[in-house]
């Protein structure tokens, strides 16, 4: 019944960690062409940070739980070291290229700067696409082992 259990609640924050910010690069490209709309993208912006990161933390804490309550870490197969290095991959990718993306977008919003915070929003979203694409991965390696 826990492995059920803790199985659920991985696929749910899983589920909710790569859903939350498939609409997100298009609401910061839309809202960097129209700054008066800037406050309310900053408010959003740092719900959807804060939520990922938690999302993202519950994921990794979940799936090192299961592998814990089922094979056992000498056991697990490839791919769940695969799918747990492609997380890790995910967290260093937020950190370090979609975070300073989002930064430079905020910057020129604030600075007035429609053109700079619409070209740092496509870099931004390439950082959020990335970070699909390696949750993506993630999945596959998890599903086929």
Do not use: C
Not at 66 to 80: E, F, R
Not at 112 to 138: H, I, K, M
Request: no cysteine; net charge positive; hydrophobic share 55%.
């Amino acid at each position: 019944m826990v492995v059920q259990t803790v199985t659920i609640a991985h696929i749910l924050v899983a589920s909710a960690w790569f859903g939350h910010k498939l609409l997100i690069p298009r609401d910061v490209k839309l809202s960097a062409r129209h700054p008066e709309s800037a406050s309310l993208l900053f408010e959003r912006m740092a719900r959807a940070q804060r939520f990922g990161i938690g999302a993202g933390v519950a994921t990794l804490g979940t799936g090192i739980w299961l592998v814990y309550l089922t094979t056992g870490p000498a056991d697990a197969m490839l791919g769940t070291y695969v799918a747990f290095a492609a997380v890790i991959a995910m967290f260093v990718v937020g950190a370090t290229v979609a975070r300073p993306a989002w930064n430079r977008v905020r910057i020129a919003i604030e600075a007035g700067s429609t053109p700079d915070a619409v070209g740092g929003a496509t870099g931004f979203g390439r950082a959020l696409n990335l970070e699909s694409l390696l949750w993506v991965f993630a999945l596959t390696m998890m599903v086929i082992g």
